[in-house]
């Protein structure tokens, strides 16, 4: 998609009629085409777009009308997003703006006013940037009556300049974390997480006492819970989780302008504690989760997806499968426009996957609706999302007898991820889709005592104790004892399997 159809897709019905109301007031010629443009994207008419010019310079024509219309379009995006936004830190830049305006036009009381108050709400929100702009502008208006005294207002600022500065470290840190992330996760190579993190502490020269913050404790957690999954092995990363929870426990502030990192923190130690079969305690995490969404419209339509997918989980794992797919059901019905694609595409292939493991044909459905391309499943999901997605869809295929049409996603598969597989060591992976071939080649496999055994020994292999990686042995198993999948992985998961 280019990127005119993509801003065009942000915007709802209302948003749209808007922004035609928009370019209408801005139209000065009655031939301008960008409302004709606009509904020719919006419709996808193809033979429109290719007639809109008739002249020898159409190419040029349309290129510079879409260059104008989208312009046109992020300038109304900025206006609507300054306009919609009630948040705290909106409410500052706006008197910041407002206060510079009068300042400029000599109403010097009302100006020193709303900076007053801007201060005070960048201050609260730890917006340092913005603190900087007002205590900047304080300044260059220093010598005016009514201003505050020169030194306070120098003091205060190069103490703001110190927490920009560390501001400015942890964020190098993390982007320097998140850089090495990629670096695991694309190709393979091998660190140990725990000296990553001091390593790069240390290259940045942070304090600990810097590190105790909800920003920066969420973004080592969000570090170290991709690096669990990445090596499917959430134990690695329990020092940290100990650590979070007693920050957690040690806040007394007000949380309210944390809430992002806060219920980011909650999501992350609720996954941690599903990811190593403590439900209870993902249960305990989801309803404080849940506490703190609901006092804030916002973050509640932010999160709502990421939560209810891990109640569903939850759930299901306990043996409640018929709750956890009407939850996710429910939640997907009720998605809407501004809902996140990844949040969106990960309640719909877990969905898929509770359908099919409790072997109800309404999984190929699903399937149907997983439209994007590996490339960006691979890009927005992580390769190991869209390796099990693949391995899934080989998965139900087989098991609702469309077995030409696995084969060929097998192969499929096998010629895009195999050389990526080996590269990261993940030879087991290979060695299940194997499995998988023998069973499609010749179902009557799954009873031979050498096949069973051969399935069996997957749950001895390093890594296949997660919930997701038993998921999929239980399939195979399931072939082998005639059971569903569902009850087989239930078995699994409580260690009661008998073997």
Not at 6 to 27: A, P, Y
Not at 210 to 219: A, D, F, P, W
Not at 222 to 240: D, K, P
Not at 314 to 331: E, H, P, R, V
Request: proline share 1%; charged share 25%.
């Amino acid at each position: 998609m280019d990127s005119l159809s993509e801003l065009i897709n942000l915007l709802n019905s209302n948003d749209k009629k808007l922004f035609k109301q928009f370019l209408e007031r801005k139209n000065k010629r009655a031939d301008v085409k960008n409302l004709q443009l606009l509904k020719l994207i919006e419709t996808d008419d193809i033979d429109g777009l290719k007639n809109l010019y008739n002249s020898a310079n159409s190419d040029d024509a349309y290129h510079a009308l879409r260059k104008r219309l989208q312009d046109n379009l992020l300038l109304f995006l900025s206006q609507r997003a300054f306009e919609s936004n009630h948040s705290e830190t909106h409410n500052a830049l706006r008197l910041v703006v407002v206060g510079r305006f009068l300042l400029e036009n000599d109403v010097i009381k009302t100006a020193f006013k709303c900076l007053e108050k801007a201060e005070r709400l960048a201050e609260h929100l730890e917006q340092f940037n913005l603190l900087n702009e007002v205590l900047l502008l304080k300044i260059q208006y220093a010598h005016l009556s009514g201003a505050e005294n020169l030194d306070a207002l120098t003091t205060r600022f190069m103490q703001n300049q110190l927490y920009m500065q560390r501001e400015a470290k942890l964020n190098m840190a993390y982007a320097f974390l998140r850089q090495e992330l990629q670096q695991i996760h694309q190709k393979g190579k091998i660190v140990n997480l725990t000296a990553l993190v001091i390593s790069t502490i240390r290259r940045y020269k942070i304090s600990m006492q810097e590190l105790m913050t909800y920003k920066s404790v969420y973004q080592i957690l969000f570090i170290a819970n991709e690096y669990a999954a990445i090596q499917q092995n959430y134990a690695l990363i329990e020092r940290h989780i100990n650590r979070t929870n007693q920050f957690i426990q040690g806040q007394t502030q007000n949380k309210q302008p944390y809430l992002f990192y806060h219920l980011s923190i909650l999501y992350f130690l609720a996954n941690f504690h599903l990811r190593r079969k403590n439900f209870a305690g993902s249960k305990t995490y989801l309803n404080d989760m849940m506490t703190l969404m609901e006092t804030d419209s916002r973050y509640y339509s932010l999160f709502y997806l990421r939560h209810q997918l891990l109640a569903a989980l939850n759930a299901f794992y306990t043996g409640f499968a018929d709750d956890a797919i009407l939850l996710l059901q429910k939640s997907l019905s009720g998605a809407k426009h501004t809902s996140k694609p990844e949040d969106v595409e990960d309640a719909r292939v877990c969905l898929a996957m509770f359908l099919a493991l409790c072997n109800n044909k309404g999984s190929l459905k699903q399937l149907t609706l997983l439209t994007r391309t590996d490339a960006w499943y691979e890009k927005q999901m992580g390769m190991l999302w869209a390796i099990r997605k693949n391995l899934m869809e080989i998965l139900i295929q087989a098991q609702f007898a469309n077995i030409e049409l696995a084969m060929s996603r097998l192969n499929s598969f096998r010629r895009r991820y195999k050389k990526y597989l080996l590269k990261t060591s993940e030879e087991r992976v290979l060695v299940f889709l194997k499995l998988v071939e023998k069973y499609l080649i010749k179902p009557d496999i799954a009873f031979e005592p050498s096949y069973k055994k051969a399935v069996v020994n997957q749950l001895n292999e390093a890594g296949n104790n997660d919930i997701f990686s038993l998921s999929f042995i239980a399939w195979l198993i399931a072939r082998c004892e005639k059971k569903t999948t569902f009850q087989v992985v239930l078995t699994l998961i409580s260690n009661t399997h008998q073997l």
